[in-house]
């Protein structure tokens, strides 16, 4: 008994730590191509390139989303707070897909990383994170607000849809939670995860 509770804790903590791997960093990596290919120089906060950047990495913890990444293998973390008014349509949607792009880049790069750990401890973080950041890059796909993949669809929306999106993206959310809790969503996500353990595998171990 003991050491099933130690082994609970232990994969516990593992993926708290992993969570914040796969969140933070990933904004900052958003927002590094953002500035670099959209706001080349930012004017509207007093020329700081991170602006939409929040400097803690516990504003990008979801509550429902860290719950399903511990317990199913999947979720999201918080999206940065976007003013949907003033943001134009082109660069909301290169904003999106930056945060879908960098999920990818940081699973790829901590599959790498692990391969060539010595340590266990280190291994299974990484491992984890790397797993988590490429199942957050397919999940933010999905065209459900507040996820990326609904921001960058509603780039090509009319603006009635435009304005019904700012109004009710909040209860995107509670959508989400409601087909988790009828156990829709876990049910769907389950041969996504399957497939992006063996993306993973391949990456670090190179094995199919």
């Known amino acids: ?8 804790v ?8 992993s969570y914040f791997l796969i969140s933070w960093p ?9 500035s670099l290919t959209i706001e080349k120089r930012i004017k509207s906060d007093g020329g700081k390139i991170f602006f939409f950047l ?15 990444f511990l317990f199913f293998e999947f979720g999201w973390t918080r999206p940065p707070i976007i003013d949907y008014v003033k943001m134009r ?6 904003f999106s897909m930056y945060g879908i792009f960098a999920s990818f880049i940081l699973g790829i790069t901590y599959g790498l990383i692990a391969k ?23 999940v933010s796909l999905i065209p459900i607000p507040p996820l990326d993949g609904s921001r960058m669809l509603l780039a090509f929306l009319p603006n009635k849809s435009y304005e019904w999106y700012i109004k009710f993206n909040v209860y995107g959310i509670l ?15 389950q041969p996504l ?10 990456i670090v171990f190179g094995i199919w």
Do not use: A
């Open 1 to 8: 008994m003991s050491q099933l509770i130690y082994s609970s």
């Open 10 to 17: 232990k994969n516990l903590v593992y993926g708290i730590i």
């Open 26 to 34: 990933r904004e900052f990596i958003r927002c590094l191509l953002y």
């Open 54 to 68: 929040k400097k803690s990495p516990f504003g990008y913890i979801d509550p429902i989303g860290i719950f399903t």
């Open 89 to 94: 349509r082109k660069r909301l949607f290169f």
């Open 116 to 138: 060539h750990s010595n340590s266990n401890i280190m291994f299974n973080l990484l491992y984890t994170s790397s797993k988590w950041s490429l199942t957050l890059g397919f």
């Open 175 to 189: 959508f989400l939670l409601g087909l988790l809790v009828l156990w829709i969503l876990p049910m769907i996500m």
């Open 193 to 202: 995860v399957i497939v992006i353990t063996k993306v993973t595998n391949f």
